[in-house]
C-alpha cells in the first residue's frame, strides 16, 4: 500500500524526477493508494491515461470523471486530488516530467516559445483528454507506446522517448493555443483552500475545530465550508477524518500497538469512534484491516 507524502504546503514529497533524465513513466493501481490520494501538487507536469475503470478527480475547484481510454493533462504545481469507489478495479499510466525536459536552457527559444506558455496558461491548468477527439486519441495512443519504450528500456531509449515526447509537445502546443495567454482572475478559493489543508496535514494529531481552520485559512467558518463543498465535495471535519484513516492505515501494520493506542495517536477522541469512521471509509473495521 502506498501513500503520498507531502510538506506544509502540500508539495508531494514521494519521489522526484532524475535530473539526468526528468521523465518518468508508472502504471499505477489505486488500489494501492486505498482508493484515494490526497490532495497535493508537484513542480512536475502529470498525465494521466486510464486504462482499467474509473475514477474521479478533483483539480482545483473542478470535477473530473475519468473512463478507460480517457485521460487528464494536469500542469505543474496544481492542485489535485483523486479517488475510486471500494469496489473498482482502477489502473492507470501515469507519465511524469519538468518542463524543462523539453529544453534544459529555460532561456532557450524552444522552452520560452513552446513550453512557457503552456505551463503559465490559466485556462491549460487542466484538460481533459477523450477518445472522441482525434488528436487527443492519437496523442494517447502515441504516450502508450511511448510507456512500453519506457518499460523496456532498449539501447538509446532516452533519445527515442526525448524526440517522441518533444513531436507530441508540439501536438499539445499547437492544438491549445488558443487558450495560451488567456489571462483569468485569480483563485482565491484554491489558495485559502491550500491553507486550511496545511494547518490540517500539520495539526491533525490534535483536536481541531472548524473555527480553527476557518481561522487559518483567514475566513468565516461558513465561508471555509462553502471552500471545502466547492472544491474537494466534502466538509472540512469529514476531511480531517479522512487525513486521519489515511494516516493510521500504516500504524495498523504494527501489531504491537493496540487499535486503541493509533485511534489517539491518529487524533480520534476514541476507539469506538475511530472504528466507526474507519468502516465508513473503508468498508471493514480497524481489526478486519490489520488481518488483511
Given at each position: 500500500?502506498?501513500?503520498?507524502?507531502?510538506?506544509?504546503?502540500?508539495?508531494?514529497?514521494?519521489?522526484?524526477?532524475?535530473?539526468?533524465?526528468?521523465?518518468?513513466i508508472t502504471?499505477?493501481?489505486?488500489?494501492?493508494?486505498?482508493?484515494?490520494?490526497?490532495?497535493?501538487?508537484?513542480?512536475?507536469?502529470?498525465?494521466?491515461?486510464?486504462?482499467?475503470?474509473?475514477?474521479?478527480?478533483?483539480?482545483?475547484?473542478?470535477?473530473?470523471?475519468?473512463?478507460?481510454?480517457?485521460?487528464?493533462?494536469?500542469?505543474?504545481?496544481?492542485?489535485?486530488?483523486?479517488?475510486?469507489?471500494?469496489?473498482?478495479?482502477?489502473?492507470?499510466?501515469?507519465?511524469?516530467?519538468?518542463?524543462?525536459?523539453?529544453?534544459?536552457?529555460?532561456?532557450?527559444?524552444?522552452?520560452?516559445?513552446?513550453?512557457?506558455?503552456?505551463?503559465?496558461?490559466?485556462?491549460?491548468?487542466?484538460?481533459?483528454?477523450?477518445?472522441?477527439?482525434?488528436?487527443?486519441?492519437?496523442?494517447?495512443?502515441?504516450?502508450l507506446e511511448?510507456?512500453?519504450?519506457?518499460?523496456?528500456?532498449?539501447?538509446?531509449?532516452?533519445?527515442?522517448?526525448?524526440?517522441?515526447?518533444?513531436?507530441?509537445?508540439?501536438?499539445?502546443?499547437?492544438?491549445?493555443?488558443?487558450?495560451?495567454?488567456?489571462?483569468?482572475?485569480?483563485?482565491?478559493?484554491?489558495?485559502?483552500?491550500?491553507?486550511?489543508?496545511?494547518?490540517?496535514?500539520?495539526?491533525?494529531?490534535?483536536k481541531i475545530?472548524?473555527?480553527?481552520?476557518?481561522?487559518?485559512?483567514?475566513?468565516?467558518?461558513?465561508?471555509?465550508?462553502?471552500?471545502?463543498?466547492?472544491?474537494?465535495?466534502?466538509?472540512?471535519?469529514?476531511?480531517?477524518?479522512?487525513?486521519?484513516?489515511?494516516?493510521?492505515?500504516?500504524?495498523?501494520?504494527?501489531?504491537?500497538?493496540?487499535?486503541?493506542?493509533?485511534?489517539?495517536?491518529?487524533?480520534?477522541?476514541?476507539?469506538?469512534?475511530?472504528?466507526?469512521?474507519?468502516?465508513?471509509?473503508?468498508?471493514?473495521?480497524?481489526?478486519?484491516?490489520?488481518?488483511?
Amino acid at each position: 500500500m502506498r501513500q503520498i507524502v507531502t510538506d506544509g504546503s502540500l508539495k508531494e514529497l514521494n519521489e522526484s524526477l532524475d535530473v539526468r533524465f526528468p521523465f518518468k513513466i508508472t502504471r499505477e493501481d489505486y488500489a494501492n493508494y486505498y482508493h484515494y490520494f490526497r490532495a497535493h501538487w508537484h513542480p512536475e507536469i502529470e498525465i494521466h491515461l486510464l486504462m482499467e475503470g474509473e475514477s474521479f478527480f478533483t483539480i482545483q475547484n473542478r470535477d473530473y470523471y475519468l473512463k478507460a481510454g480517457e485521460g487528464l493533462f494536469i500542469n505543474q504545481n496544481i492542485l489535485h486530488l483523486g479517488r475510486v469507489t471500494e469496489k473498482d478495479l482502477c489502473r492507470s499510466i501515469v507519465i511524469r516530467m519538468e518542463p524543462y525536459f523539453l529544453d534544459r536552457d529555460q532561456k532557450g527559444i524552444v522552452y520560452q516559445k513552446y513550453v512557457k506558455p503552456v505551463i503559465e496558461s490559466r485556462k491549460l491548468e487542466q484538460l481533459r483528454l477523450s477518445g472522441d477527439v482525434p488528436w487527443q486519441k492519437q496523442w494517447m495512443k502515441d504516450f502508450l507506446e511511448i510507456a512500453d519504450l519506457f518499460d523496456e528500456k532498449a539501447d538509446g531509449y532516452e533519445l527515442e522517448i526525448q524526440g517522441r515526447v518533444s513531436k507530441l509537445w508540439k501536438e499539445f502546443y499547437l492544438q491549445t493555443k488558443h487558450l495560451q495567454h488567456i489571462p483569468l482572475p485569480e483563485n482565491k478559493d484554491t489558495e485559502k483552500m491550500k491553507m486550511a489543508l496545511s494547518f490540517i496535514e500539520e495539526n491533525y494529531k490534535k483536536k481541531i475545530t472548524l473555527a480553527q481552520i476557518a481561522h487559518a485559512c483567514g475566513t468565516c467558518q461558513s465561508e471555509c465550508c462553502r471552500i471545502f463543498q466547492e472544491i474537494l465535495k466534502t466538509s472540512p471535519m469529514e476531511y480531517v477524518n479522512t487525513v486521519r484513516i489515511q494516516n493510521s492505515l500504516n500504524a495498523l501494520k504494527n501489531k504491537k500497538k493496540s487499535i486503541t493506542e493509533i485511534a489517539y495517536q491518529s487524533g480520534f477522541s476514541s476507539a469506538s469512534y475511530y472504528a466507526e469512521v474507519f468502516r465508513k471509509k473503508m468498508g471493514c473495521t480497524p481489526g478486519q484491516y490489520r488481518k488483511k
